[in-house]
């Protein structure tokens, strides 16, 4: 009795231990799957990778070029001093600011997605690399304002928009840039200081919750509807300058600049179409990516969501490469001072080379990139007292005095 007693106590005490055994194993293989599958849903796959490695060099290669050389014309060639000018030279100086952030962005995906740095300084690159990114988008945006109200004023307003500031008048130019620069500055200290919803020290740049963090998530969204009133903005006064243009060349034909002002205003709607593919993929894609951040979503969705968001930046960074473009094609006057200071050092060279054909090439090239500029540059011409002269140092020409 004793001896059957025991046994049914032993195979209890088997028994109990055996449950526990594969209950402790099944909770291990559970938590083992449930990490692994947190940890794919990290990572990217190494040929998406390398994609990105490669453009983002590319972009930093062309626009760390571009850039510095737009600044270097921009500060020490050209002659004009006019709002224009100081939106561009702003405008060149956050294009290097966030081209200084793509090798962090390089290092990273060679690295296989692994950060070395820290999660502060991961905060600090990333959230530089966004504010420089809508610096550039708000001074797009001012210098279409600037040509539309330049070409809509009269007398001084046609010379430039000035506002008293601390008792003095300042160029408008001047204390937006000022406060542009100030705002986005103060913005971004709270994004570095404030933590994450996740913070991961070996991870960057990757999709990120905001289910704890939700004033970041409201914040981007703020961001991306200041885009959208800035493309607004951008499209009424492109297409007011466009319209007042090709009124001006239809009904006064005879106008010396007449034909120029129909190149003009085609020239516009090219900066708009540039800044329309760069930049509205990416926000038209934005509130999708933050309504993703602020619920719950399978690995393979957040998979999903951090691609298309890479793919999206990478649409906005190519921006940094097309800017000195715009600057230098549809400019004529930073064009023809870039290349008159580019002859000038090459010249002698050229000319030993094939004295004839450069000198005529000059002479028409000349002729050709004089008379007429795109609404991103300097002061807009206008008509002396006699209607007779016109002082030509702006991207869109004005209509003759009369015409509004």
Same mark, same amino acid.
Not at 325 to 354: D, E, P
């Given at each position: 009795?004793?001896?059957?007693?025991?046994?049914?106590?032993?195979?209890?005490?088997?028994?109990?231990?055996?449950?526990?055994?594969?209950?402790?194993? $099944?909770? &291990?293989?559970?938590?083992?799957?449930?990490?692994? $599958?947190?940890?794919?849903?990290?990572?990217?796959?190494?040929?998406?990778?390398?994609? +990105?490695? !490669?453009?983002?060099?590319? &972009?930093?290669?062309?626009?760390?070029?571009?850039?510095?050389?737009?600044?270097?014309?921009? !500060?020490?060639? /050209?002659?004009?001093?006019?709002?224009?000018?100081?939106?561009?030279?702003?405008?060149?100086? @956050?294009?290097?600011? *966030?081209?200084?952030?793509?090798?962090?962005?390089?290092?990273?995906?060679?690295?296989?997605?692994?950060?070395?740095?820290?999660?502060?300084?991961?905060?600090?690159?990333?959230?530089?690399?966004?504010?420089?990114?809508?610096?550039? %988008? =708000?001074?797009?945006?001012?210098?279409?304002?600037?040509?539309?109200?330049? *070409?809509?004023?009269?007398?001084?307003?046609?010379?430039?928009?000035?506002? $008293?500031?601390?008792?003095?008048?300042?160029?408008?130019?001047?204390?937006?840039?000022?406060?542009?620069?100030? &705002?986005?500055?103060?913005?971004? %200290?709270?994004?570095?200081?404030?933590?994450?919803?996740?913070?991961?020290?070996?991870?960057?740049?990757?999709?990120?919750?905001?289910?704890? =963090?939700?004033?970041?998530?409201?914040?981007? =969204?703020? +961001?991306?509807?200041?885009?959208?009133?800035?493309? !607004? !903005?951008?499209?009424?006064?492109?297409?007011?300058?466009?319209?007042?243009?090709?009124?001006?060349?239809?009904?006064?034909?005879?106008?010396?600049?007449?034909?120029?002002?129909?190149?003009?205003?085609?020239?516009?709607?090219?900066?708009?179409? *540039?800044?329309?593919?760069?930049?509205?993929?990416?926000? @038209?894609?934005?509130?999708?990516?933050?309504?993703? /951040?602020?619920?719950?979503?399978?690995?393979?969705?957040? /998979?999903?969501?951090?691609?298309?968001?890479?793919?999206? *930046?990478?649409?906005?960074?190519?921006?940094?490469?097309?800017?000195?473009?715009?600057?230098?094609?549809?400019?004529?006057?930073?064009?023809?001072?870039?290349?008159?200071?580019?002859?000038?050092?090459?010249?002698?060279?050229?000319?030993?080379?094939?004295?004839?054909?450069?000198?005529?090439?000059?002479?028409?090239?000349?002729?050709?990139?004089?008379?007429?500029?795109?609404?991103?540059?300097?002061?807009?011409?206008?008509?002396?007292?006699?209607?007779?002269?016109?002082?030509?140092?702006?991207?869109?020409?004005?209509?003759?005095?009369?015409?509004?």
């Amino acid at each position: 009795m004793n001896l059957n007693s025991t046994q049914t106590i032993n195979s209890s005490i088997s028994w109990i231990i055996s449950s526990t055994t594969n209950s402790a194993t $099944n909770m &291990f293989s559970t938590a083992s799957l449930s990490s692994s $599958n947190r940890t794919s849903c990290d990572q990217q796959n190494d040929t998406f990778n390398w994609v +990105l490695v !490669i453009f983002y060099s590319l &972009f930093f290669i062309f626009g760390l070029v571009g850039n510095l050389f737009a600044l270097w014309v921009f !500060i020490f060639l /050209q002659a004009s001093r006019n709002s224009v000018r100081i939106f561009l030279i702003n405008c060149a100086i @956050a294009d290097l600011v *966030l081209l200084a952030c793509l090798p962090f962005r390089i290092f990273y995906h060679v690295k296989g997605n692994q950060w070395l740095l820290g999660s502060v300084a991961c905060k600090t690159v990333g959230n530089l690399f966004y504010m420089n990114m809508y610096i550039s %988008i =708000a001074l797009l945006g001012c210098i279409s304002l600037d040509r539309y109200l330049r *070409l809509r004023g009269k007398g001084r307003a046609r010379r430039g928009v000035r506002i $008293n500031f601390f008792g003095r008048s300042w160029p408008w130019s001047w204390v937006v840039c000022t406060c542009l620069w100030t &705002f986005s500055i103060l913005a971004i %200290i709270p994004m570095i200081a404030t933590p994450e919803d996740k913070e991961t020290g070996n991870k960057c740049f990757h999709y990120k919750p905001r289910k704890e =963090a939700k004033g970041k998530a409201y914040f981007n =969204a703020l +961001l991306v509807i200041m885009f959208w009133l800035v493309f !607004i !903005i951008m499209m009424v006064s492109y297409a007011r300058v466009a319209a007042q243009l090709l009124k001006v060349s239809r009904d006064k034909p005879d106008l010396p600049n007449a034909q120029r002002y129909q190149q003009t205003a085609k020239k516009s709607f090219f900066v708009l179409f *540039l800044f329309t593919i760069c930049f509205g993929p990416y926000h @038209a894609f934005r509130p999708i990516y933050i309504v993703s /951040q602020l619920n719950d979503i399978s690995c393979d969705y957040v /998979q999903l969501m951090n691609q298309s968001n890479e793919v999206m *930046l990478l649409f906005s960074a190519f921006n940094s490469c097309l800017d000195p473009v715009m600057y230098f094609i549809l400019s004529g006057s930073v064009r023809k001072t870039a290349f008159k200071t580019i002859g000038r050092r090459f010249s002698t060279r050229l000319m030993s080379l094939n004295d004839a054909t450069s000198n005529s090439s000059t002479i028409d090239y000349r002729r050709q990139s004089v008379p007429f500029t795109l609404p991103i540059n300097d002061s807009t011409p206008h008509n002396s007292g006699n209607g007779n002269s016109t002082r030509k140092t702006s991207l869109v020409p004005a209509p003759p005095s009369g015409h509004k």
